[in-house]
């Protein structure tokens, strides 16, 4: 199955890839992915660079004749920062001609290395290697949540063959044509559709929908759906190890692939800067060499290496993205990777999903009808009496609503339609408008389902007594969140697996205009693709459906704590709650990083378009450029630790709606 090989071999890049122009290493493995920090070689070699720099600086300062000893320990200072970025360097350069960041800082070193300043090139090697192993450290989150993807496909199925007898197979020998036998509580394992019997299925794991889907003979089910109720007989249309769900795997790993090409900041600027640096400081030596003594303008061509050395751009975008991302750590926001949050800073448009992220995810009784004589009370006490004979969603919902439902006796249940019992000695009906008439409430009944809600009909003796409207409805907080956005500026579009009725009332709520509804998880994708056209995208989900749209935006943020697995894993931001005002306060502390990232790149090639010519005419030598870089260095710091301030208070709960008990001259709930 092309899903599971993924899974169980997840890679990750590894430790100064994204920002400094480096060759990817091995895949790592799952033991690998949950290594502590002390013994990450990754982390554990720049600390010790730094250390031995500091014995060095020790020695050297305040312990006579200890000059021999002190440059020992920055050779060794140097060696242990190199290594964790040279060969990865010299190995993009040479490989695929990658000219990144860190090849820049390789040319640097090596050129105060040729003029014998060991000290200075340890100093740069430790400080580039401890700020790019920190915010890889810090971004560093396991990449196994796709298993969940595959986990929905059972190892095994039930075919009903020619002569009526039933087996069980593996999952991967089942074949388009074969007939699957799904008996109640079982999940499908492949796509389909149903020959016989009638049932409800949960594919809440496939569409994200929390409402179950009545299927009958004709219908298309989907790998991964659970038969709530009655047995069903299904005909396979695709291969146990080519449906629905092996396709979402597919997709978000192409996505993965796609995103991790993108060049971080640092990178676009290294390419044009390696080439010119090392043509000028080629041309300093051989026309100077010309014109006068070699020996001094081949010094002086070393120290234009050092000079056009991006030490301060170099460690000011680590620092300030460790300190933007520890700061949105703080107030909920897991944002994955530097060059995640580089890209968050630039979103213009925002695709959410409906179910989990918009919405609560759970069903509620939101509009009860009456009529007959009986009052609202009694209709949801009838309906709950009988839904606690269910485990169909609706029911938890309806019963929750209820304050005294009776016992009901002698229940059946109609797989697909509806519920039957007796309640003090009348006979009550509960179920679907398809099943049961309305009667007298059809219009009202039809304007509920309009508005997105699923009604169940309550039948007394035979005749229709009442409505009970349920629906997933937004979060409280969902409108003003919305209106500020697109006060910001942002585009904003739903994407939902939904129907179209449930999907345009609930947008009108919110106040999003653009609604694209009946999606599959490839569809939502195929929809994160088309608003590229619009500007970067970030996709907002919760659910395994959403995984492939997650992955194919520029960013992916995965809602709520409660998030599936798979949507946390193929996201590049994740929010610890599921309040939607965490969206603006993402964007807004991301848009002030990128303006420090900003502000720090301007100083830095500030410093190196000034450097340059007083090193070419000789009035800076090369411990005025390191002393300069070094103050430049310590400024960009400083204003990067600036990400890290937060002015965020906590997010008070919104009010909410609630259901009372008045009801007007027709019965109706009235909700306040």
Same mark, same amino acid.
């Given at each position: ?100 960041? %860190?090849?820049?800082?390789? @040319? ?28 890889? $450290? ?96 299904? $005909? ?178 109609a797989a697909g339609q509806g519920i039957t ?44 007594? %009442? ?128 303006? @420090?990232?900003?502000?720090?790149? @301007? ?55 609630t259901i009372t008990a008045d009801e007007d001259?027709? %019965? $109706?709930?009235?909700?306040?």
């Amino acid at each position: 199955m092309p899903g599971r090989r993924l899974l169980r071999y997840g890679r990750r890049p590894a430790v100064m890839t994204s920002a400094c122009g480096c060759e990817p290493s091995a895949p790592m493995t799952e033991e690998d992915e949950h290594t502590p920090w002390w013994r990450d070689r990754a982390i554990l070699l720049p600390v010790a660079s730094g250390l031995t720099l500091l014995l060095g600086l020790i020695l050297e300062w305040f312990i006579p004749g200890a000059g021999l000893m002190a440059t020992t320990l920055f050779w060794v200072s140097l060696l242990l920062g190199a290594s964790q970025f040279v060969p990865g360097a010299l190995k993009g350069l040479f490989t695929s001609r990658r000219l990144g960041i %860190g090849l820049l800082m390789t @040319i640097s070193a090596t050129g105060a290395v040729l003029l014998g300043f060991i000290e200075e090139a340890a100093a740069l090697a430790f400080l580039y290697s401890i700020a790019e192993a920190l915010e890889d $450290k810090a971004m560093d989150k396991a990449r196994s949540g796709l298993r969940a993807l595959l986990t929905l496909i059972p190892s095994t199925a039930t075919i009903v063959a020619a002569h009526g007898g039933a087996r069980t197979v593996q999952v991967e020998d089942l074949v388009p044509g074969d007939i699957l036998r799904l008996a109640a509580g079982e999940r499908l394992a492949t796509d389909g559709v149903v020959r016989s019997g009638h049932s409800s299925l949960d594919v809440s794991a496939i569409t994200g929908e929390s409402i179950p889907v009545e299927v009958g003979p004709g219908d298309a089910v989907l790998a991964g759906s659970i038969n709530t109720s009655g047995a069903l007989e299904v $005909k396979a249309t695709a291969a146990g190890t080519d449906n629905s769900l092996t396709t979402v795997v597919k997709l978000v790993e192409q996505a993965q692939n796609d995103k991790g090409r993108r060049a971080r900041i640092a990178d676009r600027l290294a390419r044009p800067l390696v080439p010119g640096v090392l043509i000028l400081a080629i041309l300093v030596a051989a026309i100077g060499s010309l014109l006068g003594d070699p020996g001094v303008w081949i010094e002086r061509a070393l120290v234009v290496l050092v000079a056009a050395s991006p030490c301060a751009l170099a460690i000011s975008v680590p620092v300030t993205v460790v300190s933007a991302i520890g700061a949105a750590s703080k107030f909920g926001v897991v944002i994955k990777s530097g060059a995640a949050f580089e890209r968050l800073g630039g979103i213009r448009h925002l695709a959410l999903d409906k179910t989990g992220t918009l919405t609560r995810n759970r069903p509620t009784v939101t509009e009860v009808l009456t009529t007959g004589g009986v009052n609202r009370a009694e209709v949801l006490d009838w309906a709950a009496a009988l839904e606690a004979h269910s485990t169909h969603p609706l029911a938890a919902a309806i019963t929750a609503a209820a304050l005294h439902p009776p016992v009901a006796q002698q229940v059946s249940e109609a797989a697909g339609q509806g519920i039957t019992g007796v309640i003090t000695g009348t006979r009550i009906a509960v179920g679907s408008p398809r099943w049961l008439s309305p009667g007298p409430l059809a219009t009202e009944v039809e304007s509920l389902e309009e508005q997105g809600m699923t009604v169940v009909i309550v039948h007394r003796d035979g005749q229709p007594v %009442g409505a009970v409207g349920v629906r997933d409805e937004l979060r409280p907080e969902a409108p003003e969140v919305i209106q500020s956005l697109a006060a910001e500026g942002f585009g904003i579009t739903m994407l939902t697996g939904d129907n179209t009725r449930t999907a345009t009332a609930l947008a009108v709520e919110a106040g999003i205009q653009d609604v694209r509804a009946q999606l599959r998880p490839e569809d939502k994708a195929r929809a994160v693709a088309d608003l590229h056209e619009r500007g970067p995208v970030a996709m907002i989900g919760d659910g395994i459906n959403d995984a492939p749209a997650l992955a194919s935006a520029d960013i992916g943020i995965a809602m709520g704590a409660r998030g599936s697995d798979a949507a946390i894993e193929s996201a590049d931001v994740a929010f610890t709650g599921d309040d939607l005002r965490l969206i603006p306060r993402a964007l807004h502390h991301a848009r002030r990083g990128r303006a @420090i990232i900003n502000q720090n790149i @301007i100083l830095s090639l500030a410093i190196i378009i000034v450097l340059l010519p007083l090193a070419i005419t000789g009035v800076l030598g090369l411990a005025a450029v390191v002393l300069v870089h070094e103050v430049a260095e310590v400024i960009v710091i400083a204003n990067g630790l600036r990400a890290a301030r937060t002015r965020h208070p906590d997010l008070n709960p919104v009010k909410t709606a609630t259901i009372t008990a008045d009801e007007d001259a027709h %019965g $109706k709930t009235r909700v306040y």
